[in-house]
């Protein structure tokens, strides 16, 4: 009886605190498979590694995976005109339909938004580093070299922008599924509206998505590269 008093008076004083350390758990795990990732394309993929910078892909990864919540007590000071902006810089990428359908509702309450709801498919899912990949390809696809050489280092910068928020969104939504015993924030992994196993199916693709197309995509640059 006492030890069981105990464990629930532990559990009272730690459970305020479990969204920070759940928050850490995330930002651990992004920087675990970050280095892990990094590892393997310097073993396979060196030369197209060369065009990709490791301080933003390392900031990219942070902020798809866990945000820079950890930022919040440093960036108090500021007034709260910024709170909203940087609810956006402290959460990751796939929990920006949190404050998106807050705002969303608050500006246009007519518009319908259910598609932000939270565990929205458009932000549990690599489209939004897709989208960024695509952009810095455009002069490609568009068969303008003149474009691609003037903005060189804005495409190769938006291309290592795009390699790290794939990682980190792979690597949350991972965080999701495997921290799921923590009983805070996100528990379980279930799309708003979907069943669990079309989510599960979802989560799955967009996690190897997240790690093989900046992996394949860094690959086909080293292998392309003309000097």
């Known amino acids: 009886m006492v ?9 009272d004083a730690f459970y305020p605190y479990l969204d920070t350390v ?6 651990f795990l992004a920087l675990g498979i970050a280095l892990v990732f990094w590892s393997y394309a310097e073993r396979y993929t060196e030369k197209g590694l060369r065009f990709v910078n490791p301080l933003l892909f390392l900031v990219m990864v942070i902020w798809g995976a866990s945000g820079f ?6 960036l108090q000071f500021l007034p709260s005109f910024f709170d909203s902006i940087l609810d956006i810089f402290y959460k990751a990428i796939p929990n920006w339909d949190i404050p998106l359908y807050i705002w969303s509702n608050y500006w246009f309450p007519r518009v319908g938004w259910e598609f932000l709801k939270h565990r929205s498919w458009l932000f549990s899912s690599v489209i939004i580093p897709t989208a960024i990949l695509v952009i810095s390809i455009l002069p490609s696809l568009l068969h303008k070299p003149i474009l691609a050489k003037k903005y060189r280092w804005h495409l190769n ?6 390699f790290g928020l794939f990682v980190g969104v792979s690597v949350n939504l991972c965080g999701d599924i495997l921290l ?5 924030g996100d528990i379980g992994f279930k799309i708003y509206g979907w069943n669990q196993s079309d989510s599960l199916i979802w989560f799955a693709f967009h996690i190897f998505l997240g790690i093989f197309i900046p992996f394949l995509w860094i690959w086909l640059i080293g292998v392309t590269y003309k000097k």
Do not use: E, G, H, M
């Open 3 to 11: 030890s069981y008093l105990a464990i629930n008076k532990f559990q």
């Open 22 to 27: 759940k928050d850490f758990c995330y930002l």
């Open 69 to 74: 919540f950890f930022l919040s007590p440093v």
């Open 157 to 162: 910068t938006l291309r290592s922008i795009a």
């Open 180 to 184: 799921s015993f923590i009983p805070r």
